[in-house]
């Protein structure tokens, strides 16, 4: 990304630059943190909501599931796979929230 960044010439910024301003954009960084802080907040969102559709479905939270899950002791397909599912939303939207923090920070 940094490369690309480099490669962005004067031409393509004169032309962006006004078009962003009009948008009410202070310069091109404003728009770029703007811009990338909507894809993770839509993103944040859609896990989000992920996440609660599991803790409806089973009215339990997440820990709770795993250790009814593990307690079960046979083989239960459809828990195993939302047990996953729910997990890597949950872990995802951990690395999102801090992504999201970063670019705040920035």
Request: aromatic share 12%; with cysteine; charged share 40%.
């Amino acid at each position: 990304m940094y490369e690309e960044r480099v490669n962005l010439d004067v031409d393509f910024l004169r032309k962006v630059g006004p078009v962003l301003r009009n948008m009410g954009f202070a310069n091109e960084r404003e728009a770029l943190k703007e811009q990338a802080l909507l894809l993770i907040l839509s993103k944040i969102n859609r896990y989000r909501t992920e996440c609660s559709y599991y803790e409806k479905k089973y009215g339990m939270t997440f820990e709770k599931f795993a250790v009814m899950v593990q307690e079960i002791g046979e083989e239960n397909f459809e828990y195993e796979d939302d047990l996953l599912d729910w997990r890597f939303a949950r872990e995802t939207l951990e690395d999102l929230m801090c992504q999201k923090k970063e670019i705040e920070d920035a």
